[in-house]
C-alpha cells in the first residue's frame, strides 16, 4: 500500500498539518494571553512550526533532486531519515513551547 508513496512528502504535509493546527489554536489564545513570556513562548513555537515546514520542502527537493540521478540511492534514503526526523523533533520542540505558553496561566 506505502510501496510508491513517497515519505518525504508525507512528512511534508504532516508537519503542514501540524504547523495550521498550531497557528489556529495560537491564534486563538493569543489575545487572552497573561504575560509576555508566554506570548514570545507562543511565538517561537510558531516560529519552529514555520522552520519544519521549511525543512521538510528542502527534504521533499532534495529527495526529488537524488531521484534524477539514482533509483535507490543513498542520497534517497539519507532525505527520507532527515524528513523523518526534522518532523519529529519539530513537532516535540513546537509542542514543549506551546505548553510553555499555556503554563503561563498557572504562574
Known sequence: MF???????LTLLGSFGSALAFLAAITTLWAQTPTE????????ALAVA??????NLVMVGAYSLSSKRAANGVAQ???KWMAVTLFIV?????SILFSEGLNTWFS
Open 3 to 9: 510501496k510508491d508513496t513517497n515519505i518525504t512528502f
Open 77 to 79: 534514503l539519507v532525505s
Open 37 to 44: 513570556d508566554g506570548l514570545k513562548n507562543f511565538a517561537f
Open 90 to 94: 519539530g513537532l516535540f520542540a513546537t
Open 50 to 55: 514555520f522552520a519544519t515546514v521549511l525543512g
